[in-house]
């Protein structure tokens, strides 16, 4: 029996460089190995105010930029989170689980709910949606960015406490699946925040659909230090930043970098980094405009339909199992 993974990412913009080597590329790369949920989390998205259009075309585009980034639809099943109703049931439930004391800890949160005039109780639920979403599924690995790793803590402790007070193991206990060196692409404009698709500054992420004009200039107005010196230092973030996107994508190491750039000022370093960017990304475009072809609508549909049946027959097996043991009266 191959091992359960599920992941997902919310349809809030167009994804980011982040997004795809912190999460996305990972799970291209182990997609053989392992049985793989992924969806769109929808669900999510609305924790903060979308545009109900804009959101419908993130949606479609999110499925596009995972499939385009080389996840294979026959391999995965590939659905998205609102298609699948369980996941706001086990959400409730579970809402009866988690505690208050520990979702304020949840620094997500705090960072968010900042930037609202009028905070969403959806926006503080929100780590317990994400444990029922990965629940659900009797998921063994979480592959994500750095940022959830708190996340995936609290859904251990909240899976542990349900056991516990059901008396039985409906839950397996998931484990975080978090890449050390790009589980956290920071922002172009400020290297000490992690680079984010809803950023309101649009130069501080590369969209994984930008054009390559774009890449230049946003890497060229990243922001750095002073000293002109490629050099691998928690106290150059900027320039560690731009290594260690150069270096995932490259696969060369640290001392090879700063080999190669040994006589390079900041320009030239930066418009390589640039270019190495644009050149991975270009087949991803190239594949995402493709499918984007009007006659594409229906096979994309298709992938979705065939997702959520798939996720539909084990999402309400477990629920089931669920509302058995808290004790609801069978219909
Ligand atoms: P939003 O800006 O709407 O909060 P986001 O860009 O932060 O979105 P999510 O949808 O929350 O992205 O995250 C999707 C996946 O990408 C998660 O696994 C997350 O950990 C990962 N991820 C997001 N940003 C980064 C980043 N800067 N570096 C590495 N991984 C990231
Ligand atoms: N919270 C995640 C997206 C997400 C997720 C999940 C990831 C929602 N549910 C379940 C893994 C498993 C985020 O990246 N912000």
């Avoid at 560690?240 to 150069?246: A, E, P, Q, T, V």
């Amino acid at each position: 029996m191959k091992k359960q993974i599920l992941s997902g990412i919310q349809p809030s913009g167009i994804l980011t460089l982040g997004n795809y080597l912190g999460a996305l590329r990972n799970w291209v790369k182990i997609q053989d190995e392992y049985d793989c949920k992924f969806f769109i989390a929808d669900l999510h998205a609305i924790t903060v105010s979308q545009d109900p259009e804009t959101l419908r075309q993130n949606t479609k585009n999110v499925i596009m930029q995972y499939i385009a980034s080389g996840l294979d639809p026959e391999k995965n099943t590939i659905f998205v989170q609102s298609h699948v109703h369980e996941h706001a049931e086990l959400g409730w439930i579970l809402n009866c689980t988690a505690y208050m004391g520990e979702l304020s800890r949840m620094t997500q949160y705090k960072d968010k709910s900042k930037k609202q005039d009028n905070i969403k109780v959806g926006l503080f639920d929100y780590p317990v949606l994400m444990a029922a979403d990965i629940l659900l599924y009797d998921a063994d690995f979480v592959p994500v960015g750095e940022d959830q790793r708190q996340h995936l803590e609290l859904t251990r402790d909240v899976a542990q406490r349900f056991n516990n007070t059901y008396n039985k193991e409906i839950f397996k206990i998931p484990e975080p699946f978090i890449q050390k060196e790009t589980g956290r692409i920071m922002s172009l404009q400020d290297p000490t925040k992690k680079m984010s698709k809803s950023d309101s500054n649009k130069d501080g992420f590369i969209s994984l659909l930008d054009p390559r004009e774009e890449i230049v200039r946003k890497v060229k107005k990243a922001v750095t230090d002073s000293e002109n010196v490629i050099r691998y230092s928690d106290d150059k973030p900027g320039i560690k930043n731009l290594m260690n996107i150069y270096s995932a994508i490259t696969d060369k190491n640290y001392e090879e970098i700063e080999a190669e750039f040994k006589d390079a000022g900041y320009g030239e370093f930066k418009l390589a980094v640039a270019n190495t960017i644009a050149d991975s990304l270009e087949p991803i475009q190239a594949k995402f405009n493709e499918l984007n072809a009007p006659e594409n609508n229906n096979y994309l549909n298709s992938i979705l339909a065939r997702g959520a049946k798939e996720a539909s027959l084990i999402a309400s097996k477990k629920v089931a199992e669920v509302k058995e043991a808290v004790g609801f009266l069978g219909k």
